[in-house]
């Protein structure tokens, strides 16, 4: 009895947590485009590639799991090329996605800023168009961490505090040594819609659920976006910001699907399944059928029928008859006839 009560007691706790869990989930979505670019896992991206270039390419490839945007609604996920502009010693790294040849639509930029007493903040304000207003995160400040000495006899009393930093240390990270250094030169992608990097494949979108799960563990570096409703964080560069805020691109392509309501469609379960027949059944058909039925049928009935017959029927027929006939009938009539009429007279 008591083996029953501990199982079910067991079971009630696994099935809690899932649905405590699931909540949670949903309550970090924000029912918005901005959902299949977990722009926490873009930051921690950024701050460990060693160049921009680098940050640009493994954001785009499929191995790293971060980018599922699918703004043009074309079952792939976009190409998102990063574009800098500077100011002295601030930074504005814009993500962007081409829509189609003419229209651009900025995603989100990553503020890097330098202080008087250089010391270096960063942080991501995703697009207002796709994840709200507002949606402001940055690195947690860690704080300061005091071990005890296990072998330590005094007398006193050890007491060890844990007090919030005010200040979030960047300085080190590889992606903010290198843009402060000599050898920094202003990256500009070249690449545009239909023109993209050897290394960059299109590879189909997958549900928001898998893509939440798998990358959901990034947030517990950073903090700010909506998180229960209140975002405390401010801009900490508003000049670079205003600077961005006046060269921003919009696409009125993505804002008549999000009004449309395209992109909620977009994030159902079902997609994914739906969208990996469709890449395996256009290359596996049109290449099928137009290749193998032209050449086929073409060189095999045409040089075999026409040769075969016109050229053996004429040569066989016309040189054999005429020559044999009419040298043999003409030279010998005429010449015996006539003579015969004259004599009798």
């Not at 067991?10 to 977990?38: H, Q, R, T």
């Amino acid at each position: 009895m008591k083996l029953r009560i501990t199982l079910l007691m067991m079971a009630f706790f696994v099935s809690f947590s899932a649905i405590y869990a699931g909540n949670e989930e949903e309550s970090e979505l924000l029912n918005l485009p901005g959902d299949n670019l977990d722009l926490y896992a873009v930051l921690d991206l950024f701050q460990k590639s060693k160049t921009i270039e680098e940050f640009e390419a493994d954001l785009n490839k499929e191995e790293t799991g971060i980018n599922n945007l699918d703004l043009d609604l074309d079952d792939e996920v976009d190409f998102i090329k990063v574009e800098t502009q500077q100011d002295k010693d601030d930074f504005a790294f814009v993500l962007q996605v081409d829509i189609s040849e003419k229209e651009t639509q900025d995603v989100a930029v990553i503020l890097v800023s330098k202080d008087k007493e250089d010391k270096v903040s960063i942080q991501m304000v995703g697009d207002k168009d796709l994840y709200g207003k507002d949606y402001v995160i940055e690195p947690k400040a860690e704080a300061p961490s005091v071990t005890a000495n296990p072998a330590y006899s005094g007398a006193d009393t050890i007491v060890v505090k844990s007090e919030p930093a005010t200040v979030v240390i960047v300085e080190q990270e590889p992606i903010v040594q290198y843009v402060y250094s000599p050898v920094y030169v202003p990256y500009y992608p070249p690449y545009y819609y239909g023109y993209y990097p050897p290394y960059y494949h299109p590879y189909p979108v997958i549900s928001i659920n898998i893509y939440f799960g798998r990358n959901r563990y990034h947030h517990n570096r950073y903090h700010g976006g909506h998180r229960g409703g209140n975002n405390t964080i401010v801009i900490n560069n508003n000049n670079t910001y205003n600077n961005y805020n006046r060269t921003r691109n919009t696409s009125n392509t993505f804002n008549n699907n999000k009004s449309q309501g395209k992109y909620k469609q977009s994030n159902k379960a079902t997609r994914p399944a739906n969208k990996d027949v469709k890449p395996s059944a256009k290359p596996a058909s049109k290449p099928a059928s137009k290749p193998s039925t032209k050449p086929a049928n073409k060189p095999t009935t045409r040089p075999a029928t026409k040769p075969s017959t016109q050229p053996a029927a004429k040569p066989a027929t016309r040189p054999a008859t005429a020559p044999a006939a009419r040298p043999a009938t003409m030279p010998a009539a005429k010449p015996a006839a006539k003579p015969a009429k004259r004599r009798n007279r």
